[in-house]
């Protein structure tokens, strides 16, 4: 199959959740963390989801990438149900079609930064695609730096790494939780603008939680979560846009 006709075939929306509720403990312990939740991720953009801390954005987020599961509703990654598939099946499908970057880099000390980025190709015998390889290594801007190992490499460059690992298999959608949280304004700026420029010259999707108003203004859209639920979104935010719009929660993370 082409990559055009590919494409064609999958639905504008890369990933859904119907009705999902997330809970734990149970009986007078029982936290909701999220409480029916309805969302569509369209296909080909950059959605950022924000919210007070314990609002359940992260968890939302793990929930669509089938890092946790749900209590009840159901999660969709393009028009596979990953709600109920078995452990293997569903390991088999984060390791194919879905990508993840995290505060932490998570790259191995003894590989330099080829390797890393391929690594999780290279354990599912997979070969890369050299072609993406090289454009993926240029958007982040890494092809000087790909036999420095990540001692050898700054923060930001070890985040570009991280970035490019996840682009590399061409996941048909990228999550990244708190993606620069461990970052300079500066470094974090460039793994912003690569993410963007991904969504706009890669046609990657991507999903970001970050409580970060400037972060968020990269994304095409961006979601509010309070107590468990979306209770706003916003599209081509600005950064004061998205600030003026977190001052409207109160400390208990309801709209005032």
Not at 53 to 70: I, N
Not at 162 to 183: H, K, S
Request: proline residues 4%; aromatic residues 4%.
């Amino acid at each position: 199959m082409t990559t055009a006709v590919a494409h064609a075939s999958r639905t504008a929306v890369a990933a859904r959740a119907r009705q999902v509720t997330k809970a734990y403990g149970t009986g007078e312990t029982r936290v909701l963390a999220l409480d029916n939740v309805d969302v569509d991720i369209a296909r080909g953009q950059f959605t950022a989801i924000m919210g007070p801390s314990g609002s359940g954005k992260s968890t939302l987020m793990h929930c669509l990438a089938g890092l946790d599961t749900v209590t009840d509703g159901r999660i969709f990654i393009d028009e596979t149900e990953i709600t109920g598939l078995k452990d293997k099946k569903l390991t088999q499908l984060r390791r194919d079609r879905v990508g993840f970057i995290f505060q932490a880099f998570n790259l191995l000390p003894t590989l330099n930064a080829i390797e890393n980025i391929t690594l999780p190709m290279d354990i599912a015998g997979r070969k890369p695609d050299t072609e993406w390889l090289n454009r993926v290594v240029t958007t982040v801007g890494l092809a000087d730096r790909l036999k420095h190992r990540p001692s050898q490499l700054s923060g930001g460059q070890q985040q570009r790494v991280a970035v490019a690992r996840a682009l590399a298999a061409r996941p048909e959608i990228i999550f990244g939780d708190e993606p620069t949280g461990n970052l300079d304004s500066r470094a974090g700026a460039e793994i912003l603008g690569f993410l963007r420029r991904s969504v706009d010259e890669l046609g990657q999707t991507i999903v970001m939680v970050t409580h970060d108003p400037v972060a968020a203004s990269y994304a095409d859209r961006v979601l509010y979560l309070a107590d468990g639920r979306i209770v706003d979104e916003m599209t081509s935010p600005t950064a004061d846009q998205v600030l003026d719009r977190m001052k409207s929660f109160d400390a208990r993370g309801r709209v005032a």
